[in-house]
């Protein structure tokens, strides 16, 4: 069974405290992802990594930076946390994109309240 | 103008109801077309996926794609209380890193 772990439910950060957000999958997936998802703006792209210690800056990369050192983790950093940041935090992990590859499997997601 | 627009709902509808899930796009450069479907605290799932235009059925759920209109509908036969989630359609070019653009979700509630 396919696995895309988030290593926490629920957060809450103080405002400007570095925060990181961890994801970690079983697949051997070469492509991950993290979106954050808030209402009435659906998901929206942060980064976007097609291997290890490669990225590729999403739709909305200010204030966040990544790390990928090992082809089974995707870590999220939130520099200097600001209330705007408050959302919901979602990893997902793919085959590489192409035809018969391009289901994401996605975790169950980090709910980050910045204080 | 966002590249994928969907209407967020909510749609409600009685149990047994045929319920018609839309989005339209902009970027005609998009060749796949996908359905998730996300229930409450958790993550999305792929519940549908075409290539090109057409349609494709499974089970009660048949995605359609009509790139002339650049329009893709989702239609969810005898509609179930379980089938209550959010369905957010996400679309992709072919070539590059084939990063899939989302639209906002559209809720349905199906009402015993």
């Known amino acids: 069974d396919v696995k895309v772990t988030q290593s926490s439910r629920y957060l809450v950060k103080r405002t400007g405290e570095k925060v990181f957000l961890e994801c970690v999958q079983d697949?051997?997936?070469?492509?991950m992802f993290w979106y954050r998802q808030d209402p009435g703006l659906g998901l929206r792209l942060i980064y976007f990594s097609y291997d290890v210690k490669m990225k590729e800056k999403g739709d909305i990369p200010e204030g966040y930076s990544v790390s990928r050192e090992k082809k089974e983790r995707f870590s999220l950093i939130l520099e200097s946390a600001s209330t705007n940041q408050t959302s919901m935090y979602l990893c997902?992990?793919?085959?590489?994109?192409?035809?018969?590859?391009?289901?994401?499997?996605f975790g169950q997601g980090t709910r980050l309240t910045v204080v | 103008q966002k590249e994928v627009e969907q209407d967020p709902g909510p749609l409600s509808v009685p149990e047994g109801a045929i319920v018609s899930l839309n989005c339209t796009y902009s970027n005609s450069a998009f060749q796949y077309f996908m359905w998730y479907r996300q229930y409450s605290r958790k993550g999305p799932e792929l519940l549908m996926y075409t290539y090109s235009s057409g349609n494709k059925e499974d089970g009660r759920f048949t995605a359609q794609v009509d790139k002339s209109s650049k329009y893709i509908s989702l239609f969810i036969r005898d509609s179930q209380p379980s089938d209550s989630a959010t369905y957010l359609c996400a679309m992709s070019q072919a070539g590059g890193s084939y990063i899939p653009t989302f639209g906002r979700g559209t809720s349905l509630i199906v009402h015993p």
């Open positions: 697949m051997d997936h070469e492509n």
């Open positions: 997902a992990s793919r085959l590489p994109g192409g035809q018969g590859n391009t289901e994401a499997f």
